[in-house]
């Protein structure tokens, strides 16, 4: 029987995570604790002598939730991050001068939220930052200079979404939500001119498309986006005529990633993203970067970082079976050297591959996912957790999960699974999940479980259904459509009433509501329909345990939600957990609190699933 990976090892704080090359490539910067709290450190580095260790020092000095992504301005000297207050995701953008190591809130405003819009190495002291401090359902531009630190107000906003500037730090794209759930994509020539639309996206597409930027000289732009076609291609849009050139698609799945030439803004890179990445050459000039980076590791490469000289990249390779690592790669002489992993203790321990598979829907759907077995155990009647990613509009990939190698360790078969409504898998794939939250989503599930049961991995009586936010909810319908499908559940801030849910959404999200009636439902005009997809509707329905945490500070999936659920168990006398954590918004950001749930629900799981346990 293998050694049990410690919870520490799995769920605490990465040793080293998120490398950044300062824009002159003299510095990396990363993530790392200190102090038990995650923050940014700064080393000097080069081609030639590599990373000055010994001389790394910590700049920013959190000591409560922790820095989990920061940037490097132009200027190679302030390192820009966002940080909340309780998980309430109300982002301060803050700064860092690594030569004075001055310290800015730079958007000190009660209750506003800050989004990174733009910054360019041509303006290398300013920043765009949208700020809701007019209207909380709308982010306003703002032109922030980081010599001075003052912001400047450029573009009001009318009721757009977002926002893409060109390589002048000009605004010249905005995305305007409507009605039927489509967006349109306005363009105007420059910040004097009207705004003009260039695109109207039909609904069908509105989960499909992402602009990517504005050319060099701002005549075209590039958009990964499913008009015209069944799954998400790159495409050039002329901005003048608005003709259409394909550069890149799949007829699969979607485009996932693009990379681009730092200077012309030429794709050189892009990502398709199936059951692992694949990658497809549009400049030929990379393809030997490409097949020298492949070399070095046999996860799936990902460019994180570059100089301004786009001489040295930095690249993460994810990998099922162990840490993520680090590699710094030169371009000159197409060689590689070895930064870090992000968590060196996992090596010491058996973790076990995310073997994709695939499955066929009741209705006729091709339904992917990745199983992770126990290892050194038989693949025949293994207690089971059917893992379910939140969004639901996002999907599960192949690399390191921690979740995944913590439930194979205690002797369960995780399985992981992109119902319909995940995105990667075309326009038609998840459009397919409209309207049917609580319904053809959750038969996708179902149809998992029984085709792990009829493979011969699965015990039937044993299987449990675990997630968080959309998986939350898919876990909570589990216990109360179907009880007789698992022997528990496990609920991670996850909506019990889809009406209240969307009813409570933050305010920033008040534009994209038009998206939530067409794809969930109308709270407004479909309140019944709702009530019957809610898992609150069933609460007497439940027959299994049930073990709940929540944040109180979370703005998408307020308390209320799991309270009223456990509020009706309650009454019902039905046998339950609730964990509660009052410094948490959607997630547990915090370690100790990571800690504290993982190690109720190991105990949960072990109690009802007959797995092993940390003591």
Known sequence: MVELIPRQVLFGNPERVSPRLSPDGTQLAWIAPDNGVLNVWVAPASPDSGVGWDQARVVTSDTDRGIRSFSWAHDNRHLLYIQDAGGDENWRLHDIDVQTMAHRDLTPYQGVQAQMIAMERKFPTEVLVGLNRDNAELHDVYRLDLVTGELTKEVSNPGYIGWLADAQMIVRAAFEPQPDGGITMLVRDSADDDWRVLLALASEDALTTEPVGFSEDGKSMLVVTSMGAETARLVRIDLATGSTDVLAGDAEADISAVHLHPDTREPQIVTVLKDRSEYVVLDPSVAPDLAAIRALHHGDPMIVSSDDADST???????DSGPVQYFAYDRDSRRGSFLFEHQPSLSEYTLVAMEPFSYTSRDGLTIHGYASFPPGAARAGLPTVLNVHGGPWHRDTWGYFAEAQWLANRGYLCVQVNYRGSTGYGKAFINAGDREWGAKMQDDLTDAVNHVVGQGWADPQRVAIYGGSYGGYAALVGATFTPEMYCCAVDIVGPSNLKTLIETIPPYWAPLRAQFNRRVGNP???AEFLWSR???????????????????NDPRVKQSESEQIVAA???AGIEHEYMLFPDEGHGFAKPENRMRFYAAAEKFLAHHLGGRAED
């Open 569 to 571: 168990m309650q009454a």
């Open 534 to 552: 809610s898992p609150l509707s069933r609460a007497d329905k439940i027959s299994i345990p049930l073990l709940i945490a929540q944040g109180a």
């Open 524 to 526: 407004d005009t479909d």
């Open 313 to 319: 990249w930095l690249v993460a390779f994810a990998n």
